[in-house]
């Protein structure tokens, strides 16, 4: 049965699946940051923790404020219907374990203990966004008492409006003398091994392989991965296909900031270095 059959209204198809991509998004966003950190705690202790340190920021950022955006703005309406107030009950305790799980990754004292709260949240996040696209907005979406769509409306209000909050927040503690920049800064130099400058070699550089990433969380996983690699240093991306689309949309993304090398040509993978200016 398609999403349209199941909504009441277009314009409520429509913002179920907005929402299933935007929870996409943020699975993958979060998946690539995820890999990089596992990667990274195997070869480069330093490298690992400025990894955990961007993960940290990225939830802070963007995971942890779409989960009590979604409290206010979307389960009022879903925890009033009967057959789903029991569900509801248990995302929010979720979204109190993710809270937990951000914490102890924010004060892991080694790089393996960071990797294994950084691996829990990542599969407690896909199993909670499941329940979500699976049961909850598509509920919603066939009530025709309900207007998924204004839902979903307040519940982007509600993350635009924390944004703005923060963001006023760390303008006034900068203008202190306080940097609140969330990610660290980055020091320039080097091209993480794509040139024979002396940068880092291959063997020490982390490797993304998306071939069994599913297709609709594959951009976002490369796009949070590339997020985790720091300036003068590289990763290196397996596809099942020359991923030129992605490539296309990396430059769009950031222009200028990430040069390209095939190390392999299929027919089986593509292998390419990416380096990060």
């Given at each position: 049965?398609?999403?349209?059959?199941?909504?009441?209204?277009?314009?409520?198809?429509?913002?179920?699946?907005?929402?299933?991509?935007?929870?996409?998004?943020?699975?993958?966003?979060?998946?690539?940051?995820?890999?990089?950190l596992?990667?990274?705690?195997?070869?480069?202790?330093?490298?690992?923790?400025?990894?955990?340190?961007?993960?940290?920021?990225?939830?802070?950022?963007?995971?942890?404020?779409?989960?009590?955006?979604?409290?206010?703005?979307l389960?009022?309406?879903?925890?009033?219907?009967?057959?789903?107030?029991?569900?509801?009950?248990?995302?929010?305790?979720?979204?109190?374990?993710?809270?937990?799980?951000?914490?102890?990754?924010?004060?892991a004292?080694?790089?393996?203990?960071?990797?294994?709260?950084?691996?829990?949240?990542?599969?407690l996040?896909?199993?909670?966004?499941?329940?979500?696209?699976?049961?909850?907005?598509p509920?919603?979406?066939?009530?025709?008492?309900?207007?998924?769509?204004?839902?979903?409306?307040?519940?982007?209000?509600?993350?635009?409006?924390?944004?703005?909050?923060?963001?006023?927040?760390?303008?006034?503690?900068?203008?202190?003398?306080?940097?609140?920049?969330?990610?660290?800064?980055?020091e320039?130099?080097?091209?993480?091994?794509?040139?024979?400058?002396?940068?880092?070699?291959?063997?020490?550089?982390?490797?993304?392989d998306?071939?069994?990433?599913?297709?609709?969380?594959?951009?976002?996983?490369?796009?949070?991965?590339?997020?985790?690699?720091?300036?003068?240093?590289?990763?290196?991306?397996?596809?099942?296909?020359?991923?030129?689309?992605?490539?296309?949309?990396?430059?769009q993304?950031?222009?200028?900031?990430?040069s390209?090398?095939?190390?392999?040509?299929?027919?089986?993978?593509?292998?390419?270095?990416?380096?990060?200016?």
């Open positions: 049965m398609s999403v349209l059959t199941l909504a009441s209204a277009p314009e409520d198809a429509t913002a179920l699946e907005t929402a299933s991509m935007h929870h996409a998004r943020l699975a993958g966003e979060l998946a690539g940051r995820v890999r990089m596992l990667t990274a705690v195997d070869r480069d202790g330093g490298a690992a923790e400025e990894i955990r340190r961007g993960l940290v920021a990225f939830c802070d950022r963007a995971l942890l404020p779409h989960a009590e955006a979604e409290e206010a703005g389960y009022p309406a879903a925890h009033g219907m009967p057959e789903a107030r029991l569900l509801v009950e248990s995302l929010i305790g979720e979204h109190r374990c993710l809270a937990a799980l951000v914490d102890s990754l924010r004060a004292p080694t790089p393996a203990g960071a990797a294994a709260d950084a691996r829990a949240l990542q599969v996040f896909e199993e909670h966004l499941a329940k979500e696209n699976g049961i909850v907005l509920l919603l979406a066939m009530t025709p008492e309900v207007s998924l769509a204004a839902l979903l409306a307040d519940t982007h209000r509600r993350l635009a409006d924390d944004a703005s909050v923060k963001s006023a927040r760390g303008n006034r503690n900068t203008e202190k003398g306080h940097d609140m920049r969330e990610e660290p800064v980055e320039s130099g080097g091209c993480g091994g794509v040139c024979a400058c002396g940068g880092a070699e291959e063997a020490a550089e982390p490797e993304l998306v071939r069994e990433v599913p297709h609709a969380l594959r951009h976002a996983t490369v796009f949070g991965a590339l997020d985790a690699v720091p300036a003068g240093t590289a990763m290196v991306l397996v596809a099942p296909h020359d991923p030129l689309p992605l490539l296309a949309q990396i430059e993304r950031s222009p200028g900031i990430f390209v090398e095939y190390l392999e040509r299929g027919p089986e993978a593509w292998r390419l270095r990416i380096g990060h200016h």
